[in-house]
């Protein structure tokens, strides 16, 4: 990466640092959760790009893991301030309201889903793989829907948000922080994740899954292992969005939003990890910015996709870098 | 005779009733270079694809080091020591040349499962593959795109990943397919280079390089094979004159 | 026994009508090799074209023509604006550029119609119903619809099997080197296949616009549909939309109607009807893993 773009990035990473108190000095304190909403989807098309990107799974049903983290930290939290036990156990486990826990426990159940669903999508490719892992997101969408004792269609309340020790995560400058840190820690994650051993058989089994078996792969348990990878780190984004919104609903599995994060990775550049970060910030700054001025933002916003689709070839990070290589 | 290192007995594969191969008794002995000639459509890529483990066969048995590996999965006959070159090159074009030989290295550990460590700077994978690099003529490509590469040090570079991990036997289909004269002779010369130390299955097209190199050579007309002898016995095999090089040359 | 008739047919209706979008999709798939997510747009267009024409007193003939024409003309300018660049690039370039354009066309149809929903008014020949069997009436409008899909099924066969056009498709769609080798004019080939695409995506929105509500984003609920359709039927193959469009339809619309009484005698009834009706929305969800577990390239893989 060439020096300018480390630049940037810093430049942009003290921007954020500063953020909460530059809104406040500006009496805009609404950027300071705008701009949390921004950095939890980021680390959901981060957690994207690493099968799109680095392994050419197109997964078109993402928001399905997003939605289960967020759905787990709400119903813990649920069972917590009633006091019972999960699914009416008798003596099983209670609800919880620890943050990291709650993390944990998201991560775990995004993990065995994304094994079950896996084993199947990961037999079929392309086209068909993109529209395999839509279907199972659409039905944990109408699962959702149905689940009357949280909620249903209308989604399910959260009493304050989770627990985090000496941290009072109900302040939105102390909550904006805990999510730049895991931010950060995801992306380093996710950087050292794709530069690995592992991340490397899954760059390869992209580039020539038939070499990659002659070679001694078996590249099957590999992709599903990424595709399992990829699904804990958009629980851990669904657990911060829900004691974000105190609120969760069934359109966090929505085909829409899995359609936005892969937007988001698209327009950022793939396979690059900062693109998704960037594309991200990009498209929902965008969708802010231009709301501002008209009602039908969207007008322009389609648009803007089209050009940048037909005009820059590996995205905004791509543009961003060869500018910088030219300048160099 | 020692017990050949890779053996087929009555091996046969059909499309559709369509016989492809046909009752193969091939014996490679260890540490031989075995040509396998034939005219186009003569079944020896299904021969390799099924010795390779990417097609079944219809019947018959394949025996790898005295171990019947009929039923394995390609993957699993790499690690066991067999290992394919591809006809039409395949290489990862995205990564360098050294990261391509690296991950042909990394192949041959028990797993990769490894999550956090810089594989760029595991020297497990990389001195094997700068070894394999330098024995292949490839030192000065290290950091270039395999996908910017020459024709001919494209193949070489084929062939070094097939070499990773030590196999003791490799396939090679038509190593010299397309790049002409001045690389069909280095490669020749490397091939030659790598005699006694692994066991060799050459696909090739090119007679003058087949008669260069092989101990024994096998002749596939049809599915079947007519002839297997020395270079000497094969040419002055009637049969063979006949069916294959009468219209090659 | 009636309600199971009344309700194949409700089946069909949506099959045919699931045909019609699935159709044009999977041409333009198998012959561009081109995923277009706004092939749900050309639909809406259809619909909202021929619901204004009708409420401002126009006759159910010209209004068809005229969002035909719409539809189809709507498809060409996308064609030639946008998607000829994208031929040759990447699945998911094309992803995010057919976003792009769900984006502008939803928002474009609700700065001309505004965000309420409009309704469309069935014209009185075809709003009668009629006794398919002795005492069981049944709405004339949707055998109408299954009529058209059968026909569009019989027409479309016919152009593909039969024509001079239709060769060139199959050409295309099985050998993009040749077809240009042969000197067919590729452009103006895609171009009009692109268009009948979205003609017969318009037809279906006329259809559906008496049956459903006319907004901004209807294209999208019925796209993802279509989707599963072609999937499910096998990329680029016709013969497997139409299958796929009738199973979907049928798949869904009888799940949707006897789930819940099938549920009744295991569990109390409320509890009954909410799972039969997630269970209902998922049927086809299922139906499409079912198939993909086992044939991983559909039914009819091109």
Request: hydrophobic share 50%.
């Amino acid at each position: 990466m060439s020096r300018r773009v480390m630049w940037i990035l810093a430049g942009g990473g003290l921007l954020l640092l500063a953020l909460p108190w530059l809104a406040q000095a500006m009496d805009e304190s609404y950027l300071t959760t705008t701009v949390t909403r921004v950095m939890i989807l980021a680390i959901a098309a981060v957690s994207l790009d690493l099968i799109v990107g680095y392994g050419a799974m197109v997964s078109f049903g993402h928001a399905a893991f997003f939605g289960l983290g967020a759905y787990v930290a709400a119903i813990l939290s649920h069972h917590f301030h009633l006091g019972d036990a999960l699914l009416g156990l008798p003596y099983g486990i209670g609800g919880s309201n620890e943050l990291l826990l709650v993390m944990l426990l998201a991560m775990l159940v995004a993990a065995v889903v994304a094994a079950l669903t896996g084993l199947i999508s990961l037999r079929t490719q392309g086209i068909h793989f993109i529209m395999i892992t839509l279907a199972f997101a659409q039905m944990l969408f109408y699962l959702f829907v149905s689940l009357d004792v949280y909620g249903g269609e209308d989604g399910l309340v959260m009493s304050g948000r989770n627990h985090l020790p000496g941290i009072d995560t109900a302040d939105d400058n102390q909550f904006y922080y805990v999510c730049l840190l895991a931010l950060l820690l995801y992306v380093f994650l996710a950087r050292r994740l794709v530069n690995s051993p592992f991340g490397r058989v899954i760059r390869g089994s992209k580039s020539n899954p038939r070499r990659m078996q002659a070679l001694g792969y078996q590249t099957y348990w590999y992709r599903l292992v990424a595709y399992v990878i990829a699904a804990t780190g958009a629980a851990l984004a669904g657990v911060l969005m829900a004691n974000m919104n105190e609120f969760v609903d069934p359109g966090l599995f929505s085909w829409q939003l899995s359609g936005e994060l892969l937007v988001m990775v698209i327009l950022g550049g793939l396979g690059t990890i900062y693109g998704a970060v960037i594309g991200a910030s990009v498209f929902l700054l965008l969708e802010i910015l231009l709301s501002a001025y008209t009602e039908h933002w969207m007008f322009f916003l389609g648009p803007f996709l089209v050009l940048v689709v037909i005009y820059a070839r590996h995205g905004l990070f791509g543009l961003l870098q060869n500018r910088a290589r030219r300048n160099d | 005779m020692t017990e050949p290192v890779l053996q087929t007995r009555d091996l046969s594969k059909s499309y559709a009733g369509l016989q492809a191969n046909r009752n193969i008794h091939l014996q490679l002995q260890r540490g031989e270079i075995h040509a396998l000639i034939g005219p186009n459509g003569a079944g020896k890529s299904t021969l390799i694809g099924q010795l390779a483990g990417e097609i079944k066969p219809t019947s018959g048995q394949i025996f790898f080091k005295g171990r019947d590996i009929t039923t394995s999965a390609g993957h699993a006959r790499a690690h066991l020591g067999l290992s394919r070159s591809f006809q039409v090159t395949s290489v990862f074009d995205d990564m360098t040349v050294l990261e391509n030989l690296a991950l042909a290295v990394q192949a041959h550990d028990r797993h990769s499962f490894r999550f956090f460590s810089r594989v760029s700077q595991n020297r497990r994978f990389n001195r094997p593959a700068c070894e394999l690099a330098r024995q292949f003529g490839l030192e000065q490509y290290h950091a270039v795109l395999a996908g910017e590469l020459g024709h001919g040090e494209k193949r070489q570079l084929e062939i070094a990943m097939t070499l990773a991990g030590n196999p003791e036997v490799i396939l090679l289909d038509e190593p010299m397919a397309g790049i002409g004269p001045g690389g069909t002779a280095e490669l020749i010369r490397l091939l030659d280079g790598l005699r006694g130390q692994v066991s060799m299955l050459l696909v090739e097209h090119d007679v003058q390089a087949v008669f260069a190199l092989a101990d024994r050579i096998s002749v596939l007309v049809y599915g079947e094979i007519i002839a297997t002898g020395s270079v000497e016995e094969i040419r002055a095999n009637p049969q063979v004159q006949q069916a294959y090089l009468g219209d090659a040359c | 026994m009636l309600l199971l008739i009344e309700q194949v047919l409700n089946g069909l209706q949506l099959g045919f009508m699931l045909f019609l979008l699935s159709a044009g999709l999977t041409l333009v798939f198998g012959v561009m090799n081109l995923i277009n997510l706004a092939h749900g747009s050309f639909y809406m267009v259809g619909a909202y074209v021929a619901a204004t024409m009708i409420q401002h007193g126009s006759g159910f003939a010209l209004a068809l023509l005229v969002a035909l024409a719409a539809a189809a003309l709507c498809g060409l300018l996308v064609e030639v604006l946008v998607l000829r660049h994208l031929y040759h690039r990447d699945h998911l370039d094309q992803v995010l550029a057919t976003f792009g354009l769900i984006l502008f066309f939803n928002e474009s149809t609700r700065m001309i119609w505004g965000r309420q929903p409009l309704f469309m008014q069935l014209p009185e020949f075809l709003s009668a119903s009629v006794e398919i069997l002795p005492g069981v009436p049944y709405p004339l409008y949707r055998l109408v619809i299954i009529g058209v899909g059968l026909l569009v099924a019989v027409g479309l066969y016919l152009l593909i099997s039969h024509s001079r056009v239709g060769m060139r498709i199959r050409a295309g769609a099985s050998n993009r080197d040749m077809i240009a080798a042969l000197g067919v004019n590729i452009r103006w080939l895609y171009s009009l296949v692109f268009a009948l695409g979205a003609l017969l995506a318009g037809f279906a929105g006329v259809m559906a616009a008496p049956l459903y509500a006319v907004e901004s984003g209807m294209g999208e609920s019925i796209l993802i549909l279509t989707f599963v359709v072609i999937v499910i039927g096998g990329i680029g193959s016709v013969k497997g939309a139409l299958l796929g469009a009738l199973l979907v339809g049928l798949v869904d619309t009888l799940g949707r109607a006897f789930l819940p009484q099938l549920l009744q005698g295991l569990f109390d009834s409320s509890s009954a009807n909410s799972v039969a009706a997630s269970l209902s929305s998922m049927g086809i969800y299922l139906l499409m893993v079912l198939v993909l577990a086992i044939r991983p390239r559909g039914l009819f893989p091109a």
